[in-house]
């Protein structure tokens, strides 16, 4: 399907999104924080756009992605970005071999993202950082019924104008419905190993912009810290304890 879709996928995207695609890659970016000489691992990639705007900082960027009809355009379009075809749920990389690790709007496309998570974590430095930017629910009801009813109805009409292939945007829709919300996200993040684990609502919650770090080895006998101090970022939510009996 997205071998079909990879000649005009970005420019699909941008109608699909009515151009707030660019903002979401911002944002994703700032969220990474990429630095010149850092290895970073831009997953689900594409034709690449989001590993270029990564790689701007200096920071050599390894792009991952299933299909190789994305992969043949990506090299095409930018030849000086490192193109990887791997699964994301088996990474043909080493332990600790990066220093950042993010991944948009492809988390839901794999098979098992839990244990995709579990290899994200896995790849990464002690101390690295992981960013996923992914659909997810509006909190506000009426903003997500608007939301639905876009999916529903008028995103069709905008595929069949913007896309090479319709048919395959139909798995779009019924994908980001089936998707869970930012706290059940959340749990799965912090479940693969991840600490500081905090998210932030972006365009009234149709995007989330999730973080988590890989704990250093100083700290991985600690509990979770608390997640970063940034604007509009809500901390995952963690269980209750168990209540004790009192001693008799």
């Known amino acids: 399907m997205f071998d079909d879709v990879a000649r005009h996928y970005d420019r699909t995207n ?27 691992l831009d997953l689900a ?7 270029v705007a990564l790689a701007k900082s200096g920071a050599h960027v390894v792009a991952v992605d299933f299909s190789a009809g994305m992969i043949e355009v990506g090299k095409r379009k930018h ?4 193109f990887v075809q791997a699964d994301a749920t088996a990474l043909p990389f ?5 220093d950042a690790v993010t991944i948009s709007f492809g988390l839901r496309n794999i098979v ?11 790849v990464l430095k002690p101390g690295g950082r992981l960013v996923v930017c992914e659909f997810s629910k ?21 595929v069949d104008a913007a896309s090479s292939n319709p048919q395959a945007y139909g798995y779009l829709a019924e994908s ?31 995007v989330a912009l999730h973080r988590g770090r890989k ?25 209750p304890p168990t209540p004790r009996k009192p001693k008799p």
């Open 94 to 98: 080493k332990t600790g071999e990066f």
């Open 45 to 51: 990639a594409g034709t690449g756009t989001s590993s």
């Open 176 to 206: 980001i419905a089936d998707w869970p919300d930012q706290t059940i996200l959340s749990q799965w993040i912090r479940g693969a190993g991840f600490t500081r684990v905090a998210y932030r609502n972006v365009t009234a919650g149709v």
């Open 138 to 158: 509006p909190p506000v009801a009426i903003l997500r019924a608007g939301y639905n009813a876009y999916l529903k109805y008028v995103m069709p009409a905008v």
């Open 79 to 82: 030849p000086s970005i490192e």
């Open 14 to 40: 941008s109608v699909l999104s009515l151009g707030n695609s660019l903002i979401w890659r911002v944002l994703t970016v700032r969220a990474v924080a990429p630095q010149a000489g850092e290895r970073i």
């Open 215 to 239: 704990p250093s080895r100083s700290t991985r006998s600690r509990a979770a810290s608390k997640p970063d101090a940034t604007e509009a970022e809500t901390p995952s939510p963690t269980p």
């Open 112 to 122: 098992d993202p839990k244990k995709a998570l579990k290899e994200m974590y896995r």
